[in-house]
């Protein structure tokens, strides 16, 4: 992957020249490159000032220019215009050719100014090419080559093999002969320096994840105009890809209905995402009508408090297993005390109804609310997609079943990612197998995803090591604000082979706080477990396979926990994957 300065773009960046970042970025053929994005420069005569949209220092190749154009493009009478995606026509000064030729002499003068003393430079051969990135090649202009152009046809084909092309056809054509071939390694690095210089190309992890962080919670309340539904709809499933907001809007819901009065059941899956639903409630709404927590243990709380409880604690020790406890002996003895206390909840909001839209959960909801499910108040909110991770049957069986159950009720779909920033709502998208985006991906840029590879547990430890390291002190980024994720429990991940050094401690998320606070403390949960939470930060370590369906569900679960900040620890053997889930960005069907 080449070296991008800046690494991430800005906001006001064209769309055509962030898919020509990103394709540099990723492509395996630009290893070693350094691009520099929008540099600006000093000309002279009627343009004093310029910029080029890429300078590419490509070691033992040259020096390449990029001038870049999306859209429609035209020229009539020999005067370009370009027309956007919303169809307005901009007039261009001159050809993007020209635009091109002249930036390429404007990096060379600049570099002759300040490498005067560097005679290698001369022996580097300097070229431009012209990339159209949503239409075919216009007739080549008198002078220009066609390997100075790229269109849309060869952005799909990579485009750093088509650059080296360039680079190659622009060496013969100045018959520059040198061994080695410059520029090398140290003449890269002085051109960069006397280009871009180092201060200009660094920027603070820290602030990026400040400034994504307020941005994101001003978007969640966009997504509480979604509410307005159920005040004409008593029964509504809210059907979202992971980020749309689904957890935020179902505590909003339970929090309107108990103000007005209704006795509420807000109810989940995961331990730990049932147990921040109770610390919400308590802390937000205090004496407000609502039970909250995981499904499970509300449904076991009732048991506790119907006479039935002695008799359930006994079968509950003698339960097989988990499956014959969670399919035979809740439902049974759940029934039996919601049948003998006869107390209803006047609605259910239930979070994470993937996992939880089974037969048995519904009969025992039917008891529960007034009215029953088939005639009472719910809402369920859930991705039937990649999150159901915990049930078995496809989204064509859970909807089947819940129309059996449930009666006549109102389907919305939440489509707008308002958690993740677009780089890691995109990437999750890709690197979790979906041919198009599950959801519109957030304006937010923010930082890039970190990629870091390993070869075995000792090299990933490594890299956690350095990963947690330059979060708390280069980024400036609190541990506190920081989760590791991982398909396997504490003790078989990197992050237990890690738990103690000399800088810093991992505990295990459900762990007692430590009054240690001599080092930094990293918290770490499986990627199971962490479902329906979410962090500022996430370091995903353990990715061994991405290949299989229950692998991606799992890499969407853990990658789409984080808003702001994403590190990927990835195994070397799935690089080949890796390489081709990102080719879909430039298909048709993504963009």
């Known amino acids: 992957m080449a070296k991008m300065i800046p690494p991430n773009w800005h906001d006001n960046t064209p769309r055509s020249e962030q898919r020509v970042f990103s394709l540099l970025q990723h492509d ?47 020229c009539q009478d020999g005067k370009w215009t370009t027309t956007d995606a919303s169809g307005a026509t901009f007039p261009l000064k001159r050809s993007p050719f020209s635009q091109a030729q ?26 431009y090419v012209v990339v159209f990135t949503d239409v075919e090649t216009p007739p080549h202009e008198i002078g220009t080559e066609p390997w100075e152009v790229i269109d ?73 105009a979604t509410l307005d539904l159920l005040s004409a709809n008593p029964r509504c499933l809210f059907e979202g890809a992971a980020g749309t907001g689904k957890t935020l809007l179902a505590l909003e819901f339970a929090r309107r209905c108990a103000q007005s009065g209704d006795r509420v059941l807000l109810i989940c899956f995961n331990r730990l995402l049932g147990n921040w639903f109770s610390n919400e409630i308590r802390d937000t709404c205090p004496g407000r009508p609502i039970t909250a927590g995981r499904f499970y243990k509300c449904l076991r709380d009732a048991i506790i408090l119907s006479p039935l409880a002695e008799e359930f604690k006994a079968a509950e020790k003698t339960s097989r297993d988990s499956d014959d406890l969670f399919d035979s002996v809740y439902p049974l003895y759940g029934q039996l005390a919601l049948e003998a206390c006869n107390e209803r909840f006047d609605v259910i909001v239930m979070d994470e109804a993937q996992d939880l839209a089974r037969a048995p959960v519904l009969d025992l909801l039917n008891s529960w609310v007034t009215g029953g499910i088939h005639d009472g108040r719910w809402a369920f909110f859930g991705d039937f997609h990649r999150q159901a991770i915990y049930c078995g049957g496809g989204p064509a069986e859970v909807h089947a079943l819940i129309r059996a159950k449930c009666g006549f009720h109102v389907r919305a779909s939440l489509q707008q990612n308002c958690r993740n920033t677009r780089r890691i709502g995109e990437e999750t998208a890709l690197l979790s197998g979906f041919d198009s985006p599950p959801y519109r991906v957030g304006q937010i840029d923010g930082a890039p995803v970190d990629y870091l590879e390993y070869t075995d547990m000792h090299s990933q430890r490594c890299a956690l090591e350095t990963a947690l390291v330059r979060l708390v002190g280069e980024a400036g980024i609190a541990a506190a604000d920081v989760v590791i994720l991982s398909r396997y429990g504490f003790e078989q991940s990197a992050a237990g082979q890690l738990a103690e050094t000399v800088i810093f401690h991992i505990r295990p998320i459900e762990q007692p706080e430590t009054k240690d606070g001599r080092k930094p403390t990293f918290h770490f949960a499986t990627a199971q477990a962490f479902k329906g939470m979410e962090s500022k930060v996430v370091v995903l370590c353990d990715v061994d396979q991405i290949e299989g369906d229950d692998d991606r569900s799992l890499l969407y679960v853990a990658m789409s926990r984080a808003r702001s900040l994403l590190t990927v620890l990835l195994h070397v053997s799935t690089k080949a994957a890796v390489r081709e889930a990102f080719r879909k960005r430039m298909t048709d069907l993504w963009r």
């Not at 691009?35 to 000032?49: A, D, M």
């Not at 190309?201 to 400034?211: H, M, P």
């Open 152 to 224: 849309h046809c060869g952005l799909k084909a990579g485009i750093a093999q088509l650059l080296l092309r360039a680079a190659k056809q622009q060496r013969a054509r100045h018959q520059i002969h040198s061994t080695p071939a410059e520029p090398q390694a140290p003449l890269i690095r002085k051109m960069r320096d006397a280009l871009r210089p180092d201060f200009e190309r660094i920027v603070s992890r820290g602030t990026v994840v400040s400034d994504s962080e307020r941005h994101l919670l001003q978007l969640t309340e966009e997504q509480y």
């Open 28 to 74: 395996p053929g630009t290893e070693d490159w350094i691009v520099l994005h929008s540099l600006n420069l000093k000309q002279s005569g009627t343009h004093p000032y310029g910029e080029v949209d890429f300078v590419l220092l490509i070691p033992g190749a040259g020096v390449l220019c990029l001038e870049v154009k999306g859209g429609r493009v035209a």
């Open 102 to 127: 002249e930036g390429m002499h404007a990096v060379r003068k600049a570099l002759e100014d300040r490498l005067a003393r560097a005679p290698e430079f001369y022996r580097i051969p300097f070229g």
